[in-house]
């Protein structure tokens, strides 16, 4: 099939080259014209692993090609995606549609044969319909068909999210063009995903009711990790106990630091915002959002008790930065807010970070990056591990010990199992949601 992805982020990118990969042809439009010459050479300007080669594959093979003339890429495609950003509003709760409905004007005045238009970025409910009002005001009826397809990828997985996806969610008012999606997503479909055609609202609120409930499970269970730190009982033991119900599901049980990213945090608001628009007040959603700023305080104290409260030139190091691993997104990590803090009570700051230096962090004069975690760990008052990225996973603690005359970890992401902490008495090991050393 001929398509088009309009807006190369991390969704169009990932979504375009993928499609382009199951033999469709695909050409991926923006208007940031040294994004698209880095892109025509293989040069991927998101931290995504896998698809630097999928790229390269694609555009060798002459079936991916990159854009900035929207006009013509989009009379050439049979099917057109809008996967430009919604971020946050001004307002700090809204979504902000304006580069959907800017790209919905320039569509609407150039198109000249029937086209499907499909939302792709996450859109609140009854986007479908002011698009399908702004086509029709363009004298456009009967030259498009609006549709929406919400995506469902992590970040640091959108490849396989991509390919093995548990769904595809396809929203459309039109039986006839639910036909056509089946067809696009049939190798998809042919390996065990469902199919799951919808109302256009439907597929609309189906995005934001699945970020919503995942952000309600972490921060049920980081909940449930606080009483735990009360009553000296194991979160993971309580995850696993629970999970292994099938009617509650292990995944997105991982207790940890507040969620992240670009996704949960700005979704979750936009749904209460849409609750609360409509006098539907999502008192659920609305206490996740709270609990999970809440929490960002929760460690911040925790970490100042460890401390014995005294922060003044204390060296904090932390292992990872970013809002999870593989990804180098510093997206509403819970490592920046509490950098932020430390260094106004005068503490400095090591980081190592598997995806590299961080400008927004080397700004600051009393942080600094180490290319090395057995230098940054070197003579520190603590060591946090935010972020569970692989290498983490098995330190080398006797060169950490020769590093320090005292060594305390704070693990955000329970990658050790406690218990292996009882033997070596020079280090102090604190977790998420479990008894310390124990
Ligand atoms: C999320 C969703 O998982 C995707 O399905 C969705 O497509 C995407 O948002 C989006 O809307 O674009 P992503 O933001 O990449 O994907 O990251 P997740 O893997 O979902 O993690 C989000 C946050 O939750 C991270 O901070 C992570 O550390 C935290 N998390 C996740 C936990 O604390 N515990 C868990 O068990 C799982």
Same mark, same amino acid.
């Given at each position: 099939m001929k398509i088009c992805f309009i807006g190369t982020g991390y969704v169009g990118l990932v979504s375009g080259v993928c499609f382009s990969d199951l033999g469709n042809n695909v050409i991926c439009v923006d208007k940031d014209k040294d994004k698209l010459s880095r892109l025509k050479n293989g040069d991927i300007p998101i931290f995504e692993p896998g698809l630097s080669e999928l790229v390269k594959k694609n555009l060798s093979a002459g079936r991916l090609s990159f854009s900035d003339d929207l006009i013509s890429s989009i009379n050439k495609s049979d099917i057109i995606f809008i996967a430009v950003g919604t971020p946050t509003a001004k307002d700090g709760?809204?979504?902000?549609l304006s580069q959907v409905f800017s790209v919905v004007q320039l569509i609407s005045k150039k198109i000249k044969s029937h086209k499907v238009i499909v939302t792709?970025?996450?859109?609140?409910?009854?986007t479908g319909d002011k698009i399908e009002k702004i086509l029709n005001k363009n004298k456009?009826? @009967?030259l498009f068909t609006i549709v929406s397809n919400p995506e469902f990828l992590r970040e640091g997985e959108a490849i396989k999210d991509f390919k093995y996806p548990d769904r595809v969610v396809i929203g459309a008012n039109d039986n006839k063009v639910i036909k056509i999606f089946n067809e696009l997503y049939r190798p998809i479909v042919n390996k065990g995903a469902a199919f799951v055609p919808c109302s256009r609202r439907a597929a609309e609120l189906i995005k934001y009711a699945s970020n919503a409930f995942l952000a309600t499970k972490i921060s049920f269970i980081n909940e449930i990790a606080n009483l735990c730190e009360k009553v000296n009982v194991n979160v993971d033991d309580v995850a696993l106990g629970i999970g292994l119900d099938k009617r509650i @599901?292990?995944?997105?049980?991982r207790a940890g630091p507040a969620y992240g990213g670009s996704c949960f945090p700005k979704d979750t608001k936009a749904l209460a915002k849409v609750g609360k628009n409509l006098n539907s007040p999502l008192s659920i959603v609305n206490s996740v959002i709270n609990f999970n700023e809440k929490r960002k305080t929760y460690i911040e104290k925790n970490i100042y008790k460890i401390l014995q409260n005294k922060i003044k030139n204390k060296i904090i190091c932390f292992l990872g930065v970013t809002f999870?691993?593989?990804?180098?997104d510093l997206r509403d990590s819970s490592a920046i807010n509490l950098i932020s803090k430390f260094i106004k009570k005068g503490a400095k700051i090591n980081y190592y970070e598997p995806s590299g230096t961080k400008e927004i962090l080397d700004k600051h004069k009393n942080v600094n990056y180490f290319d090395d975690i057995y230098l940054a760990t070197k003579k520190v008052d603590l060591i946090i591990i935010h972020t569970e990225w692989d290498?983490?996973?098995?330190?080398n603690f006797s060169k950490i010990m020769n590093n320090n005359k005292k060594v305390i970890i704070y693990d955000l992401r329970n990658?050790?199992?406690?218990?292996?902490?009882?033997?070596?008495?020079?280090i102090t090991y604190y977790s998420i949601g479990r008894p310390v050393n124990a």
């Open positions: 709760v809204s979504a902000d792709k970025s996450t859109v609140p409910i009854g456009k009826k @009967g @599901g292990s995944r997105f049980l999870k691993a593989n990804t180098d290498e983490f996973k098995n330190l990658l050790y199992d406690s218990k292996y902490f009882n033997n070596k008495n020079s």
